[in-house]
C-alpha cells in the first residue's frame, strides 16, 4: 500500500504539471468558458481539485479549522474560487503538490493502516487513512479526465495520460 501511495502522488504532479502546460495555451477566456461540465469550466475544475486536495492535506494533518470552514485558507464550499487568477492557480497548485509528496513521504505501512479522525458539518468520521488517500487519489484522476475532455474540446491533446506511461517514461 505504501508503495502504491507514493506511486499516486507521484502520477498526481505528474498529470497536474501536464495538464496546466496544456491549458496554458488557452486564453483566460477558454479556460474559463463554460463548456457542460460538473464545474463548467477547465479553470473551475482545476479550481476544485485543488480546494479538494487541501480540504484533505488539513485533515491529514490534523488542521483545526475555524467553524463552518472545510478546509485551511477559508473554504467553505466545495465550488468555491480560490484563484481567479490561472497563474496563481497554477503555483498554489504546484505547492500543493508539493505538500503531497511531503505528507506521503513520512507514512508508513502502520499509518497507512491506521484511522483518520476528522469533522466535518459536525458530524465526527473515522476511515482508515489508506481508504482516504485511495480516494483522494482516485478523486483527482476523475476530474482531470474531465478536463482532458475539456481541453479535447478547445482543440489542444493533452497527450498520453496513463499511469503506466509514467512509470515506464
Known amino acids: 500500500m505504501l508503495e502504491y501511495v507514493r506511486v499516486m502522488a507521484r502520477y498526481n504532479r505528474w498529470m497536474n504539471d501536464k495538464l496546466y502546460a496544456v491549458a496554458e495555451k488557452l486564453t483566460d ?3 474559463k468558458q463554460d463548456r457542460g461540465a460538473f464545474f463548467g469550466s477547465i479553470h473551475r475544475t482545476f479550481n476544485h481539485l485543488l480546494l479538494g486536495d487541501r480540504v484533505w492535506l488539513g485533515r491529514f494533518t490534523g ?3 475555524p467553524k463552518g470552514e472545510l478546509g485551511p485558507g477559508g473554504i467553505r464550499t466545495l465550488d ?10 497554477r ?3 504546484a505547492k ?4 503531497i509528496d511531503a505528507f506521503v513521504a513520512t507514512l508508513t505501512e502502520e499509518g497507512l493502516a491506521g484511522n483518520l479522525r476528522y ?3 459536525g458530524v465526527v468520521k473515522e476511515v482508515p487513512l489508506w481508504h482516504v488517500l485511495s480516494h483522494l487519489f482516485n478523486h483527482q484522476t476523475h476530474h482531470r479526465g474531465q478536463v482532458t475532455t475539456l481541453l479535447m474540446q478547445a482543440g489542444h491533446d493533452p497527450g498520453v495520460t ?3 506511461a509514467m512509470l515506464q517514461g
Request: hydrophobic letters at 30%; a negative charge.
Open 29 to 31: 477566456a477558454e479556460r
Open 63 to 65: 488542521l483545526t479549522l
Open 80 to 89: 468555491q474560487e480560490l484563484y481567479a487568477d490561472f497563474d496563481e492557480l
Open 91 to 93: 503555483r498554489e497548485r
Open 96 to 99: 500543493t503538490d508539493h505538500d
Open 119 to 121: 469533522t466535518r458539518s
Open 162 to 164: 496513463d499511469l503506466v
